[in-house]
């Protein structure tokens, strides 16, 4: 396997067809309200490919409605007083692309000094910059969340014994079974020691696991801590070279479950997997067009596991983990 020499553009300018499709599966309220049943405390992001400078954030997404109107759909209330929808982002063009994302955060927006941000550039970059600095201030949990990437490869310098990240150049399919299989290790260890956890296709090249860490009495930087503390330990112990060693921090965003990537005009759809999907993953099981029309999505959710326990169960499951790889609570910092 090569290594690329160039990093390939990851969401190249789609056509009017695949914004179509884009739109199609959108529009439909039933995924809407699951994306924004996951979404509800978190910080919605659109992220485009393209331009960073296209990038949306700190959107509160909870509301069917509200995701609609940033969407540029057209909403009831728009379609009884014969408006047009609100497009203040024309998320549906070519050339932008964007990707949803939600944050691990869960922020407590209730009593958070910033609800609704301004559509004008400078003014809504002054209150972004308030957010970045105060956000943190008005989280109530964090979600941990490991990402497996399976066109990365780890290896360790000669020179300096550190570990370096290259990325190899193979097709997604061969992309995904890596991951796949380094997810499939977590997985089984997650559910020996009783984690509540769920997964999902990235959209990409890999998985996204996601896991509950039941402790009240800690800091969120404390439990970013924690959650970076177990990532690292468990990569380094069984050798797991797919997941990102990117450390996470307060205001990391991972992609909506049932939002969509599209690619050469191919849209994926981020799905939450069921136990008989990680078994036999293919690429065609999560094209729009097989999950829409094979798949009941209503009322799905997350599909998380060990759900049934109790918390004190979870927290003392966790505990009995650290203890057997070695991890201590890390204290509270500022950051």
Same mark, same amino acid.
């Given at each position: 396997m090569e290594t690329k020499q160039i990093q390939e553009q990851e969401t190249p300018t789609i056509s009017?067809?695949?914004?179509?499709q884009r739109r199609m599966w959108y529009e439909r309220v039933f995924i809407l309200f699951e994306m924004c049943?996951?979404?509800?405390?978190?910080?919605?992001c659109f992220l485009s490919g393209l331009n960073r400078f296209d990038n949306v954030r700190n959107m509160n997404c909870g509301k069917v409605d509200y995701l609609m109107k940033m969407m540029g759909i057209q909403t009831r209330t728009e379609k009884e007083n014969n408006q047009k929808p609100s497009d203040a982002w024309h998320f549906f063009t070519p050339k932008k692309n964007y990707h949803v994302y939600s944050s691990l955060a869960i922020i407590d927006w209730a009593n958070c000094p910033l609800k609704v941000f301004s559509y004008a550039h400078t003014e809504r970059k002054k209150q972004q910059a308030i957010m970045k600095e105060k956000a943190v201030d008005y989280m109530i949990d964090f979600t941990g969340g490991i990402d497996f990437d399976g066109d990365q490869n780890i290896i360790?310098? @000669?020179?300096?014994? *550190?570990?370096?990240?290259?990325?190899?150049?193979?097709?997604?399919? @061969?992309?995904?079974? *890596?991951?796949?299989k380094d997810l499939k290790v977590v997985i089984k260890l997650f559910n020996?020691?009783?984690?509540?956890?769920w997964t999902q296709f990235s959209g990409g090249r890999g998985f996204h696991l996601f896991f509950e860490v039941p402790f009240d009495d800690i800091t969120i930087n404390q439990k970013v801590d924690l959650i970076n503390l177990i990532t690292q330990r468990i990569y380094k112990t069984f050798d797991l070279k797919t997941i990102d060693r990117i450390r996470l921090n307060t205001r990391k965003v991972f992609k909506t479950p049932y939002s969509l990537t599209t690619k050469n005009d191919k849209s994926l759809v981020v799905l939450p997997l069921e136990d008989s999907q990680i078994e036999n993953f293919s690429l065609k099981e999560v094209e729009l067009s097989n999950v829409l029309h094979k798949l009941r999505i209503k009322d799905r959710g997350c599909v998380w596991r060990n759900l049934k326990l109790d918390k004190n169960t979870l927290r003392n499951n966790?505990?009995?983990f650290m203890d057997d790889f070695e991890i201590n609570m890390p204290e509270h910092k500022e950051y």
């Open positions: 009017d067809l695949a914004v179509a049943n996951y979404a509800r405390g978190r910080e919605t360790i310098s @000669e020179k300096s014994e *550190r570990e370096i990240k290259e990325t190899l150049d193979i097709s997604q399919e @061969e992309s995904v079974d *890596r991951a796949l020996k020691y009783g984690f509540k956890w966790i505990k009995k």
